[in-house]
């Protein structure tokens, strides 16, 4: 997933949760590994 396909999916999917929504983590995921968010140790969890 790309960058750009990436934030489109979080802006579609805003009212799930990462924990939830396998679209939503993987897009999670692409911008973590992308820098473009750095996520709290607490949700941390949710991307590996």
């Not at 999917?13 to 820098?35: E, I, M, N, Q, W």
Request: proline share 6%; aromatic share 8%.
């Amino acid at each position: 997933m790309t960058v750009d396909i990436a934030h489109q999916v979080m802006r579609y999917h805003y009212p799930c949760s990462v924990g939830d929504c396998p679209d939503k983590r993987d897009a999670y995921g692409t911008l973590v590994a992308a820098g473009v968010i750095v996520p709290d140790q607490r949700v941390e969890r949710y991307v590996r």
